[in-house]
């Protein structure tokens, strides 16, 4: 019995996506409508499709057929399902400030909300499941984000130099990251409007005539309201692009996103991986549904150094493997050239996905040839080789 099926995601058409990247990648007519997100996945939501010889099956259903050989008795065990959800992320516009529970605060919310009776996709839903959502991305272009507050003295900089900002300093000097940040986010919108527009009305026009710099912050609050639905209305988000870090990733450079980093993608492509969630907690940058006290629960209160992974190169020289704590998942780039064969046994079940050039896997007397931004799903137990007649670049996607 075959381990090795051609595999097709389903396009999100999300607001902030590009219209360009995702339809190139996938040899698709590029058209007006935002190609933000592809997925990869058993998600229940949008589960991909396998091309099997019974015709075509949705990839949950076929591993719930037989959880345990599919995904190996381990995996199978302990996660119940496929436990990762594999993406390929195209940014145009910014993404919501947002930070992910752990497993234990998504099982007690996920509960509590069932037994209020509120509906899952109600607009005032906090949380779709009972799991945590730790991620990793890696830029597939040159690629901007805000991840966790800035280190205390940078913060107090920022304070002391925006004139707008200066009462907040005796704030963050006594109650620290906390105090400060609660009270920007409980503050009115009145409130948040007179304290913000000054620094917008100074920023605006120096964004319009393009004379800031992404790495400064004002780049991005003048974004944030230029690409704004809502233009009576500043959103409390920006304070958030003041007090986090903005991070530049170079492609091929990593960023991991456990529970309780405040994080926002800012621009650009990349493949991401998480755990199979959709739990999410909002800090502004948004129209959607931000539960202010349920996000102060979860919020880490404590400066963020940024550590960008360069991954591990294995002992092969082929595969780099960006490791993370996170039991749910583990991304890996495959580059390979002619001369090269990239071989594997899958101990559980794993997606590739081919980002440049063309290659041919093999698993038993199964053979399959893909394209760029064409995927296969490997069964557990499965032994593969790729090749390439030139050369080309795989994301891959298991569980450690």
Known sequence: MSKLFTLTGKIQNYAWGGTQYIPNLLDLE??????????????????????????????????????????????????????????????SDMLSIQVHPSKIEAEKGFKYENEKGIPLNAFSRNYKDDNHKPEIMV????????HGFLPKEKLIQVL?????????????????????????????????????????????????????????????AAKAVDTSENKKSLDKGIYSIYFFN????????????????????LEGQNM???????????????????????LLKH????????NIMLGELQDDGLERIYKSPAPDFELSQ????????????????????????HVEVSEGKTVLALGKGQSAFLSADSAYTVS????????KATAP
């Open 30 to 91: 590029a058209g007006e409508e935002p190609c933000a997100e592809y997925w990869l996945g058993a998600h229940i939501n949008a589960p991909s499709i396998l091309d099997t010889i019974e015709g075509e099956q949705s990839l949950d259903d076929y591993l719930n057929l037989n959880l345990s050989e599919r995904l190996g008795a381990d995996i199978a065990e302990k996660f119940g399902r496929l436990p990762f959800l594999f993406k390929v992320l195209d940014v």
């Open 299 to 306: 919020v880490v209160f404590e400066e963020t150094e940024p």
């Open 388 to 395: 390439t007649p030139n050369s080309a670049i795989l994301y």
């Open 160 to 220: 002391k130099s925006i004139p707008e900002f200066s009462n907040l300093l005796s704030v963050f000097n006594e109650t620290g990251y906390f105090g400060l940040y609660k009270q920007v986010m409980q503050q009115s919108d009145e409130e948040s409007n007179a304290l913000l527009q000054p620094i917008i009305n100074r920023i605006l026009p120096l964004y319009k005539t393009g004379k800031l710099d992404k790495s400064n912050p004002d780049y991005w």
């Open 334 to 357: 495959i580059s390979i050239c002619a001369t090269d064969k990239y071989m594997s046994k899958a101990m559980t079940a794993q997606i590739i996905i081919v980002i440049e050039g």
């Open 139 to 146: 830029a597939l272009s040159e690629f901007w984000l805000l």
């Open 246 to 265: 903005i991070v530049k990733v170079n492609k091929g450079e990593a960023v991991f996103q456990d529970a309780g980093i405040p994080h926002a993608y």
């Open 272 to 294: 991401e991986l998480m755990a199979n969630s959709d739990n999410v907690l909002r800090g502004g940058l948004t129209p959607k549904h931000v539960d202010v006290p349920e």
